[in-house]
């Protein structure tokens, strides 16, 4: 009795320590169900934001074909080329609109003709066509449709104390986001914006063309040009177009029903000074007709101060064609303000395209011809153009010509009154360098271009034989 009553008298403890154990056991269940169910949320919600932005890309295939390529200064008629583009886009609105950035392409599409085949391909890796709708060449964008990319728009975004920021790049055919740990951003005169990233890579290639976004997956903008810093080996600088202003531009495009031209005021600066004094001013030009003249000096634009060379000429740029310009200008200490009609700008000669070609040292014989042979080619932006006119050289003409490096570029014709003639280029000179720089393609010349910090570039050239140089302050 004694050991039963003893026996009794335990089970009322282990009846409740069973309890305590079943309700602690209970409660652990419940937290590790709440975890899954919000770890579950927090994936779905990360893999929708994840989809939000994929849907929306696109990679724009832009087929050519033509017939005739330029190779040691022959033409070569029989030879068709199939040349193949392949940029990044992004679905702009809700009607199927993709915006591109295309480099130094914009004007070959500028004037692109019928043969032109355009394609968008989706994440998902399917093929829809599209049409070419126009060209904003103030910012290299051009603007597609295609029907199947309707509803699949991205919304537009704001970027708010230049952080948050994450970049859009397309790599082994997949998209994707790198997040920078250090975004500073000054913003420079209209439209650009200057992004500097540390820890974001050094690939530019994967970069240009590709898209910012903010934390919430908007669209921020386009980025259109990729740099190391000119102080730091670690810390990238990227050229953004915001994305209203690619927004506004698409709507321009489709309200007007044409391209939008960049502007054209037709002067020329002197390499003597930093100042912007203009050295000549083009007849017939819009600074003609606006009463600039020789040895004025710009001071400001439309009530900004000007420092230097390219910030005019981007200013120029913007205003685009039609556009009126304020000039601030100092004549013989005195000030004036002048008014000035920018205009398109006058070479627009698609023969003007520089063709590289490379050619197999052995033929494939059971092959086609034109299946072996690549060809590349590039075109100056208007505000770029020097007036030259060259063929690519291969290296044994380089060496007949007395080139240093055995590459070059010969010119084979100078614009009159373009920035080249007024430097005293002729035909038969032979580029080899400009700003340090070898060139052996019309692109190199553009790189060079595009990354003076100046205004001022110096080409390096042969002319009967003897190294030359000469300094050229873009317009």
């Known amino acids: 009795m004694l050991a039963t009553d003893k026996q009794e008298s335990r089970n009322p403890k282990r009846e409740k320590s069973n309890s305590v154990g079943l309700n602690t056991w209970l409660q652990s269940l419940r937290s590790l169900l ?77 004037l692109a003709g019928t043969d032109l085949q355009v394609q968008v391909e989706d994440s998902a890796g399917n093929r829809h066509p599209a049409v070419l709708v126009g060209v904003d060449e103030r910012i290299a964008v051009v603007v597609l449709k295609s029907d199947q990319m309707k509803g699949r728009e991205l919304q537009l975004g704001s970027q708010s104390a230049g952080t948050g920021l994450q970049f859009v790049s397309l790599s082994d055919g997949d998209w994707e986001l790198s997040r920078p740990t250090v975004v500073k951003t000054n913003k420079g005169r209209a439209p650009f914006e200057e992004i500097q990233i540390a820890g974001v890579g050094t690939d530019d290639s994967l970069m240009e063309g590709g898209f910012a976004l903010n934390t919430k997956q908007q669209l921020v903008g386009i980025v259109t040009r990729a740099h190391s810093h000119l102080f730091s080996r670690t810390i990238r600088v990227w050229e953004v177009v915001p994305a209203q202003v690619v927004h506004d531009s698409v709507n321009r495009i489709l309200r007007e029903g044409k ?29 003609e007709r606006a009463g600039l003249r020789p040895f004025d000096v710009i001071l400001g634009v439309d009530e900004q101060p000007l420092e230097r060379h390219t910030e005019l000429a981007q200013a120029i740029r913007w205003k685009g064609a ?19 009609l920018l205009a398109e700008w006058p070479h627009r000669d698609p023969s003007s395209i520089s063709y590289r070609l490379e050619v197999p040292p052995v033929w494939n014989s059971e092959g086609k011809p034109e299946e072996q042979v690549r060809i590349y080619r590039a075109v100056l932006p208007p505000h770029l153009n020097l007036g030259l006119r060259v063929d690519p050289l291969t290296p044994q003409l380089a060496k007949y010509f007395g080139c240093p490096k055995n590459n070059g570029l010969l010119i084979n014709s100078v614009q009159p009154d373009s920035l080249a003639h007024q430097a005293g280029f002729q035909a038969g000179d032979v580029l080899t360098q400009v700003n340090d720089q070898e060139v052996s393609s019309h692109a190199d010349i553009e790189d060079s271009l595009r990354t003076t910090e100046n205004g001022i570039i110096v080409i390096r050239f042969v002319r009967d034989g003897q190294i030359r140089s000469r300094k050229v302050v873009l317009q």
């Open 34 to 110: 709440a975890s899954s169910v919000l770890m579950f949320v927090c994936c779905l919600i990360f893999v929708q934001g994840q989809d939000t932005f994929r849907h929306s890309m696109v990679t724009v295939h832009l087929d050519h074909e033509f017939a005739g390529v330029v190779h040691e200064r022959h033409y070569i008629p029989q030879i068709k080329v199939h040349e193949v583009m392949e940029l990044k886009g992004v679905v702009i609105d809700s009607q199927g609109h993709v915006a591109c950035y295309v480099g130094n392409h914009w004007p070959q599409l500028s």
């Open 259 to 287: 391209n939008i031209r960049a502007g054209w005021l037709g002067i020329m600066f002197g390499s003597g000074s930093s100042r912007l004094a203009v050295e000549k001013v083009i007849p017939n030009s819009p600074a």
């Open 322 to 340: 039609g556009g009126q310009l304020t000039l601030s200008v100092l004549r013989q200490g005195q000030a004036h303000e002048l008014s000035a």
